[in-house]
């Protein structure tokens, strides 16, 4: 069987609240959720909020889910974007950092290299970190999706114009814009 | 569109790691192979790449599943926590204001009926003192 027949027959479990199948999705689908949502918006509290209503949405409307339309992949990622984006209206803007960010570093993290041990070293990399956070920040909503979308998630342009409804064309514009920003202000 | 045309705009929609450019462009994807000018737009992907693998994220997913999993493991809620408990609706805590306050009245006027006379003068203090020493009778 293959992964997105998989999943399908997961979501079908899910759907009538199969608690072992929503565990097994949450497996292997929250980190990244989690992953995209935090660098859209750079906030632990409203990251954790998106997330937990994200899968609380699959969990309430999984027989929603089609398919034949989009990977659930894609699916949890558009639930997740458009949860943030209404957040976003609500909020204006939200701040780049959390203010606990630094104390967050040095608990686990997701790609980093393990050398934080020393302040210096750790400092470095609150440092370059906040540089990077503060570039993708400053790029428009649309491109700074799309660059997360593509670069950090891993999705084909077809799968990014999916959730965003975008032509591959005009998905390849946002991306092209927003790695040239990104070029300006960190090279 | 040119190989090194091509090889450009992929070098600049998905930057230096062959990887992430569409399985049928990967062939194209070796720096020995380049001329100065793509070689150079090579290195500027490559250099951003790496700023971008520098934006290291917090990881809270054990936390956030353990989270989740409880909140749908949890039973559903019982009419009192559905409605009473939780006050966060604005017109909630007014229903159990006016609930209260209405409960008051009533028994407020219970009181009145039960024919207690309230009273603040000095005479009557005397008398209600002297009741309660057995004085005298009431």
Same mark, same amino acid.
């Given at each position: 069987?293959?992964?997105? %027949? ?5 979501? %079908? ?42 899968? =609380?949405?699959?969990? *309430? ?7 034949? #339309? ?19 209206? #609500?909020?204006?803007?939200?701040? &780049? ?7 967050? =570093? ?12 020393? &302040? *210096? ?6 440092? #370059? ?10 790029? &428009? ?6 660059? =997360? ?37 960190? =090279? | 569109?040119?190989? /090194?045309?091509?090889?450009? /705009? ?9 990887? +992430? ?30 700023? !971008? ?5 917090? @990881?809270?997913?054990?936390?956030? +599943?353990? +989270?989740?999993? @409880? ?34 009245? !009533? ?25 309660? !020493?057995?004085?005298? /009778?009431?």
């Amino acid at each position: 069987m293959d992964r997105q %027949k998989e999943e399908a027959a997961l979501v %079908k479990r899910v759907s009538s609240h199969d608690a072992d199948a929503f565990n097994e999705l949450m497996l292997r689908f929250l980190p990244m959720i989690e992953r995209y949502t935090f660098r859209l918006c750079r906030s632990t509290e409203i990251t954790e909020d998106v997330v937990q209503e994200t899968f =609380l949405r699959l969990w *309430q409307g999984a027989d929603r889910y089609d398919p034949a #339309k989009a990977t659930l992949s894609t699916w949890l990622h558009r639930i997740a974007h458009n949860l943030c984006m209404d957040l976003f209206r #609500k909020h204006q803007r939200l701040s &780049p950092l959390p203010d606990d960010w630094e104390g967050e =570093l040095s608990d686990s993290t997701v790609n980093g290299t393990d050398n934080a041990n020393t &302040p *210096q070293s750790a400092f470095e990399q609150h440092r #370059k970190t906040a540089q990077v956070a503060e570039a993708l920040d400053a790029l &428009p909503e649309r491109q700074r999706s799309v660059l =997360l979308l593509s670069y950090f998630q891993g999705f084909s342009n077809q799968e990014i114009g999916t959730i965003h409804d975008l032509s591959i064309a005009a998905v390849e514009s946002l991306l092209a814009r927003a790695r040239r920003n990104l070029t300006k202000r960190l =090279l | 569109m040119s190989e /090194q045309q091509r090889l450009i /705009q992929l070098l600049k929609l998905y930057g230096s790691d062959v990887d +992430r450019w569409p399985e049928e462009d990967q062939h194209l994807g070796d720096p020995d192979m380049f001329d100065p000018f793509t070689l150079e737009v090579w290195q500027e992907a490559r250099r951003l790449d790496q700023r !971008l693998s520098e934006d290291v994220i917090p @990881n809270r997913s054990s936390e956030m +599943r353990w +989270r989740i999993h @409880n909140l749908i493991s949890a039973p559903p809620a019982t009419f009192t926590e559905r409605w009473l408990l939780p006050l966060t609706e604005p017109w909630r805590p007014a229903l159990v204001h006016a609930l209260i306050l209405s409960l008051g009245l !009533l028994t407020s006027d219970l009181v009145q009926d039960s024919g207690f006379v309230d009273s603040t003068d000095y005479d009557d203090a005397i008398v209600w003192a002297a009741q309660y !020493l057995g004085d005298i /009778q009431p």
